[in-house]
């Protein structure tokens, strides 16, 4: 085979990357298939910053940095150009294309995915992992987990509404509530408080194509930063030789306009993403992709020293400045975290994957906004009021690949204490209006209930004696699973609410 | 463009096409609750009736209720307390289509917590209705706590009903409807579950439990099982919602599963020490004399539990133990 034909390959590997990528999300959490995470396992920055910052070695990172560095150092960037679902998404967003040809109208730009790399891996070497939510299969995994799937099922639950008000259409959403239900699609719709902002990013990404094709890959992505300084000393490399009539043609064809007509139409090992887009239109076979062994030469728009030097004293700054910060030392009243996750240490394990995020079934796993401050922006922290953490349930912990979220068994988990329970008396049914309501005693799942209710006798507003029945916490027994604060009755803010435990 | 004048000419047919399906759609939902009345209004069967004082006749020798007693197993005493009533081709027709509504409150323990129906108490039930000639048995539940599949399994529910023959729904939250709650005094309309209202008929299998604010959880407390808006009911007064629901959703046989009962803790349970074994299953097409012989189980009485008298004030059963003919049957 030559390169024309794996050019022709190439755009079904990249639609079955991305569909095992969309399967991959929407099944995660129902029942065995492959591991959800399974492209953090092949995705090197996370693997390498998560196990720089928690000083240690995990199984599936270990995996993503062999995997994912071993195939640049044989094939380069095809990670970029042909399995990240981002790269490909890129592909197919509609790009700038201009009548009078320029290669790099931005050649200073490229170096932004370099310092942004040594940013994010000096930051992890100090512990800190904020930026991984610049990776771009943790910006996409959040994007469609949180904000495209959810709004998706919600279409598709509106056409079914629709649809069930025919008598002639309920076959077909029978079928549907039969067979996907409940697997496939939720039961309840899920909600995310931060999905329009997550989109918005993730559009934004994309919209950038607008500029020059694949914008991010070439200018942005820190996992390119990454693929690409190995890549400098990949094994097969894109080469022109003499038969070359310097037609141009690959030079328009390139996505990531590496191929430079100043340089003899050569390209840039670190910015060839292996696409091969080049290979059909080339009219003499001027090029070829061949095995080379000598390191790639350095080109003016590479990082120098100093610019690493300034962007790791930046990563030295910020995580001085994120210590600094509020959420450092006093934590906020809403920062709850998964079962077994308390602690600092959790934000130097989270890579920010986001599978937690899906695999909750409640979807009271939500990226966090305010709660975790800063330096825990889009890390999972749980809103009892849009889900609560389900009794019967310890699936964050299995699927997180970092065991950031400790792999509890359903019997610890159950005794893990993430929050307690307090009552807003000036809201609650029975204490604020004297009426009875106890919704949040119903639903406490301890074998010894955390909430108990006492009957006591009350003056109502009219100046009769009462008898009501009013909840109480008792807050040694709460575990802050916030079923209490997902059901409760009120509209908008819940009457009795987790707070940090 | 052409290429425009399609695409716009197109997209104003499916406007148009979209436009006659909703109309068609809200058409067929305007005439649904009336001609369901007209179904049931004059063979008493279907889900729902117009009427709240229609009981159906009870067949010469059967009992009005029967409780039958014994450390058999459940599956037996189900069958003998249904057998008593008149067994179950009184209530079940053959080709009828059949909902059994357990109770399966959350995902939580397994059935000896006493926290959710007895699987072989609703497989025996799914078996008679099965042999009965029965269409289709479907059984299903709506969880508080947990998933659907992970409490059908957890219930041991899933793998009774697969052997008895029958199939567990997920209930589908587009498949609920508003209809009239025909004498409700705290709730005149309100969203059922769109299959337990066209199913011939329902089975309602609930287990007796302690629970705070119902007092008990019994056969007309677990048809909250059917609605979706639950904080609805407490913030219009529970008791009285549970009993206009009754009014409207009246399923053709309550068997109460009290093989083992939740005496404190409820409605979610976890401690075996609140559980307490009485090898007990009581059946009766009322609903209302079901519960009130369930009270004393707990050493309570009807009118204790403020949705039976108020079922029995609004006339959809008979509270009073003493006038009714009940069958006790000891293994």
Partial sequence: MNARTFRRVRPWVQLAAVLLFLVLIVRAGNGRFLPADLFFRADPLTGLAGMLAAERVTAALLISVILGI???????????????????????????????????????????????????????????????????????????????????????????????????????????????????????????????????????????????????????????????????????????????????????????GTIDPARGFASDPAECIMCLDCAPVCARAGQQFTPILIPAPRLAYDPTRRQFLAAGAAAVAAVGLLGAERAAGRPHLRLIRAPGAQGPEFLSQCIRCGVCLKVCPTAGLQPSFTEAGWSGVWSPVLAPRLGYCDYSCNACGQACPTGAIPKLTLEDKRLTVIGKAYINIDRCIPWADGRSCLVCEEMCPLPEKAIILRDEQIIAPDGSAVEVRRPYVVRERCIGCGICENKCPLVGEAAIRVETA | MIRH???????????????????????????????????????????????????????????????????????????????????????????????????????????????????????????????????????????????????????????????????????????????????????????????????????????????????????????????????????????????????????????????????????????????????????????VAADAYATTLFDLRPEDIPYIRLGSEMGIGQMDLKVIKIEEIAA
């Fill in chain 2, 5 to 287: 004048f399609d695409r716009r000419a197109f997209l104003k047919q499916v406007f148009v096409a979209s436009a006659a399906g909703a109309t068609l759609g809200l058409a067929g939902c305007r005439s649904q609750p009336a001609s369901q009345a007209a179904n049931s209004v004059p063979s008493g069967s279907g889900a729902v009736t117009e009427s709240p004082t229609t009981l159906p006749a009870i067949p010469a020798g059967s009992a009005y209720l029967a409780v039958a007693r014994g450390a058999i197993d459940a599956g037996e005493l189900t069958r003998r307390a249904i057998a008593a009533v008149g067994g179950i081709e009184r209530f079940v027709k053959p080709g009828a289509t059949v909902i059994v509504k357990p109770n399966i409150c959350n995902a939580y323990h397994g059935p000896e917590y006493a926290s959710t129906t007895n699987p072989d108490v609703v497989a025996a039930i799914v078996a008679l209705c099965k042999a009965a000639g029965a269409q289709s048995v479907r059984v299903m539940d709506f969880p508080f706590g947990g998933s659907p599949q992970a409490g059908y399994k957890m219930s041991g529910i899933a793998d009774a009903v697969a052997a008895a023959g029958g199939d567990m729904e997920v209930m589908s939250g587009v498949k609920y409807r508003e209809v009239p709650i025909t004498g409700g005094k705290a709730i005149q309309k309100w969203e059922v579950y769109g299959e337990i209202l066209d199913s011939d008929v329902v089975i309602n299998v609930p287990i007796a439990k302690q629970h705070g604010s119902a007092g008990l959880t019994l056969g007309m407390k677990n048809l909250m099982g059917i609605i979706q808006n639950r904080n609805g009911f407490h913030a219009r007064g529970l008791h009285q919602c549970i009993a206009d629901l009754s009014t409207t959703v009246r399923p053709q046989l309550t068997v109460i599963d009290a093989v083992r009962i939740l005496t404190a803790n409820g409605p979610t349970g976890g401690n075996l020490d609140d559980v307490k074994r009485l090898d007990t299953v009581i059946a009766s097409a009322d609903i």
């Fill in chain 1, 70 to 256: 071993g195939l640049a150092l044989v094939l380069g960037r095809v990670w970029c150009g042909w399995l990240c679902p981002l790269g490909t998404l890129l592909d197919w967003t509609p790009s700038r294309r201009t009548r009078n040809f320029e290669p790099d109208p931005l050649p200073r730009l490229r170096s932004v995915k370099y310092l942004l790399l040594a940013f994010i891996l000096i930051a992890a070497l100090l512990g800190n992992l904020t930026l991984l939510i610049l990776d771009p299969i943790t910006l996409l995994y959040r994007a469609f987990a949180t904000a495209v799937w959810p709004a998706l099922v919600w279409l598709i639950t509106a056409a079914e509404r629709a649809m069930y008000a025919v008598p002639f259409l309920r076959g077909p959403v029978d079928f549907i509530e039969t067979n996907l239900r409940g697997t496939v699609l939720p039961v309840e719709q899920p909600l995310y408080g931060l999905n329009v902002l997550v989109a918005l990013v993730l559009v934004g990404v994309l919209a950038l194509n607008a500029i020059r094709s694949r914008f991010w890959c070439r200018y942005l992505c820190p996992l390119g930063g990454l693929l690409g300084l190995v890549s400098r000393v990949s094994w097969l490399r894109r080469t022109v030789s003499d038969s070359c009539i310097e037609c141009r043609r690959c030079a328009r064809a390139c996505p990531t």
